[in-house]
């Protein structure tokens, strides 16, 4: 994957700025993107796909205007980290229906976990993930500063979405100065893997100029969130990216525990790709 063109950051809150207008803008600055910061006002955040058209919900919610004093201090403070190209939006849609059309023309979206309660964090933010399309960082609560992921760690299980998860990486991946493949083991319920051509993760990275380090995990899928999170903290990692799971009932049931734990409990940002 090329370096985004095009920065995504949800932004809960002007002052101060969320960490998310922080990250998204450090990441704008590196990369030399545009960064869009979208505003997603609290009486959003509780709607589901295509509830803003049809619930009784969605009637009384209040559309959010654009405040043309946060616009111009979210430009403001894009020139102050160095970012050319920004715009201010203002959602007003649920997450994954804004997310679902934002992300056709954006490389990379930040998001706070604690957008959202912990108790809506999964079904909500877990749609989003899967509409989107696109990778996500996922910030944990009390993130704060720019974006500097000194370290990555990578997970890999063979599943198309880890795959897809590092693809997306690669540009964190080539700004890191160490990263650590967790190996873990191969699905064995995916057919397709006996008739497509075999990926190699570490020749792949290493074709990319990426030579990381790899550590062996074994585990059960059941443990593989807990496990996941107890490997990135022995290795101090900055980062995790992972594939996120859940395109289907057999594959939530048997992975998607995993994408369920990480994104609730891990303590280091997530860059999250399904």
């Not at 792949?204 to 996941?228: C, M, N, Q």
């Amino acid at each position: 994957m090329n370096a985004p063109s095009d920065v995504l950051a949800l932004i809960t809150s002007t002052t101060p700025w969320s960490p998310a207008a922080h990250v998204a803008l450090s990441l704008g600055a590196s990369f030399g993107a545009g960064v869009s910061g979208c505003y997603i006002d609290s009486s959003l955040r509780m709607l589901h796909g295509g509830e803003e058209d049809a619930s009784v919900l969605a009637l009384l919610v209040d559309r959010p205007q654009c405040n043309p004093d946060d616009r111009d201090a979210f430009l403001v403070l894009a020139r102050e980290h160095g970012v050319a190209h920004a715009r201010w939006l203002v959602a007003r849609a649920s997450i994954a229906a804004m997310l679902r059309r934002l992300c056709a023309w954006h490389d990379l979206v930040v998001i706070e976990r604690n957008l959202l309660d912990e108790g809506a964090l999964f079904d909500v933010l877990g749609e989003a993930l899967l509409l989107c399309r696109a990778p996500s960082l996922i910030l944990p609560p009390e993130r704060a500063g720019p974006a500097r992921f000194a370290h990555v760690a990578l997970a890999w299980n063979g599943s198309i979405e880890s795959v897809r998860a590092m693809h997306a990486a690669l540009p964190l991946l080539r700004m890191a100065s160490q990263v650590t493949l967790i190996d873990g083991d191969t699905p064995r319920d995916d057919e397709e893997q006996e008739y497509t051509p075999r990926f190699d993760p570490l020749e792949y990275l290493t074709a990319h100029g990426i030579r990381p380090t790899s550590r062996r995990l074994h585990v059960t899928p059941h443990d593989a969130g807990h496990a996941l999170l107890h490997e990135a903290s022995e290795l101090r990692a900055d980062l995790l990216a992972m594939g996120a799971y859940g395109h289907s009932r057999v594959r939530e049931r048997v992975l998607g525990g995993a994408t369920r734990q990480v994104l609730q409990h891990s303590p280091i940002p997530v860059l999250m790709q399904h």
